[in-house]
């Protein structure tokens, strides 16, 4: 018998490589860049779901709207299809070589000037990554016009810090980085070991175990708090969400 033929051959090649690469790092080991956690990260699915949880609150146009730590997101296209004024930031300008008709700034989001009155923000598995300085909320809050509205994604579970990878927001981080909001609706996944997602609630979303591999996701539409809600949030730490939806 003949043997494969050098397609086949080469998929396989490229098969294996992609399985190292997952379990060991490969890519980032010759980068010289942090090797992520044995076996890779168990987040498969996690852009999709916010991609499309995101993609379905976008108010109808025209809007003046921002998105922090854009990377090559499909959210970009969809808020120019919707006639939206877009301005995109990331420190990765690789969108730009794809889409245009839209504003880009290419820095940290702490450290650039941007003009407020955004009447949409979305930070869509973004601010854990590079965090906010100061008060958690202040800076997406202080750009957001009067009657504007956030769009935020983030991780959930028990708070921690993996660095260099990413924060998880819980009952300690969580109030604090939506100080100064309102959410007018959220929405949880969690899942289990290599499994795919699932909705939850947010009792279970914010209590899920420190493991580096995965964490929980949180969904919410955000707008601004009046100043008497402010205060008391400022207070209490209490996150600002219906009682239905808040931990025990």
Request: hydrophobic share 40%; aromatic share 10%; net charge neutral.
């Amino acid at each position: 018998m003949s043997g494969p033929p050098a397609m086949d051959i080469g998929r396989a090649v490229a098969s294996f490589a992609r399985r190292l690469d997952r379990q060991f790092g490969l890519r980032e080991w010759l980068r010289g860049e942090p090797r992520p956690p044995l076996g890779g990260f168990d987040l498969v699915g996690e852009k999709i779901i916010d991609w499309g949880w995101i993609c379905v609150h976008l108010p109808p146009g025209p809007k003046r709207a921002l998105e922090i730590g854009c990377g090559e997101s499909p959210i970009i296209p969809a808020m120019l299809a919707r006639g939206y004024d877009v301005t995109g930031v990331d420190l990765d300008a690789s969108i730009t070589t794809a889409v245009n008709g839209f504003g880009f700034v290419c820095g940290d989001f702490n450290a650039i000037e941007l003009v407020p009155g955004f009447d949409l923000v979305i930070a869509c598995s973004a601010i854990e990554h590079f965090g906010l300085a100061g008060r958690y909320g202040s800076k997406p809050d202080a750009l957001l016009a009067p009657s504007g509205q956030m769009l935020l994604t983030i991780p959930i579970g028990t708070d921690v810090v993996h660095r260099p990878w990413h924060r998880v927001y819980g009952p300690e981080r969580l109030p604090l980085l939506i100080d100064g909001f309102t959410v007018t609706e959220a929405r949880f996944w969690a899942k289990a070991p290599w499994q795919p997602w699932y909705e939850t609630t947010m009792q279970h979303a914010l209590h899920q175990p420190v493991v580096l591999q995965r964490y929980a996701l949180g969904q919410f539409v955000l707008t601004k708090a009046g100043s008497a809600q402010r205060k008391r949030s400022r207070v209490t730490t209490e996150v600002a969400i219906p009682a239905s939806l808040r931990p025990s």
